[in-house]
Nanobody, 116 residues
Framework: QAQLVESGGGLVQPGGSLRLSCVAS????????MGWYRQAPGKERELVAT???????DYADSVKGRFTVSRDNAKKTVDLQMNSLNSEDTAVYYC??????????WGQGTQVTVSS
């Protein structure tokens, strides 16, 4: 059974928007940080945005002002609203969870393609 389930990827035109969602299994406890990483072809996986259980956020410089990360602690969900998308945002996006005891979980990845 998948521990993290992602949804919302797809194909979008430049300048468009997408919203990614991720829900963590009830088997994951004491969640501290939730967020998103991405990996483009031929590149290393990189941080996109994270949010702590207290609401502190961190964003990659390349997405600041365009992407917004949010979470619902009760539902164990984290969302990523992506606006003003461009071709450099094309990547597989992975949901990320880190617990209080520093255990890390990854989603299976969802493809985001920005193309006209």
């Amino acid at each position: 059974q998948a521990q993290l389930v992602e949804s919302g990827g797809g194909l979008v035109q430049p300048g468009g928007s997408l919203r990614l969602s991720c829900v963590a299994s009830n088997r994951i406890f004491a969640i501290n940080v939730m967020g998103w990483y991405r990996q483009a072809p031929g590149k290393e996986r990189e941080l996109v945005a994270t949010i702590t259980n207290g609401g502190t956020t961190d964003y990659a410089d390349s997405v600041k002002g365009r992407f917004t990360v949010s979470r619902d602690n009760a539902k164990k969900t984290v969302d990523l609203q992506m606006n003003s998308l461009n071709s450099e945002d094309t990547a597989v996006y992975y949901c990320y969870v880190r617990t209080m005891v520093l255990r890390v979980y990854w989603g299976q990845g969802t493809q985001v393609t920005v193309s006209s």
